[in-house]
């Protein structure tokens, strides 16, 4: 899995999922709940993470979407 975005922005969260959600590119939202422990000032980011085979595809999208200001770092990993 990789981190696309992490933020406060629930609207902006709601747009990202709307995208990948019609290009069909499955994600998790991560932290979503943690507003009970914040008091629901949304001080605490949530994170939007794709599958690494999915991880071009999705930036790709939100750059298109002049979004990708938003993107967070894509470090290459070597999970072997």
Avoid: F, K
């Amino acid at each position: 899995m990789r981190e696309l975005v992490r933020t406060n922005d629930v609207v902006l969260m709601s747009a990202i999922g709307a995208l990948l959600d019609a290009a069909d590119i499955h994600h998790l939202v991560l932290d979503g709940n943690m507003s009970v422990m914040d008091g629901s000032l949304g001080v605490l980011p949530r994170r939007i993470l794709v599958g690494d085979a999915d991880n071009a595809a999705a930036r790709r999208l939100l750059a298109e979407a002049g979004l990708g200001h938003e993107l967070r770092d894509d470090e290459s990993r070597d999970d072997g």
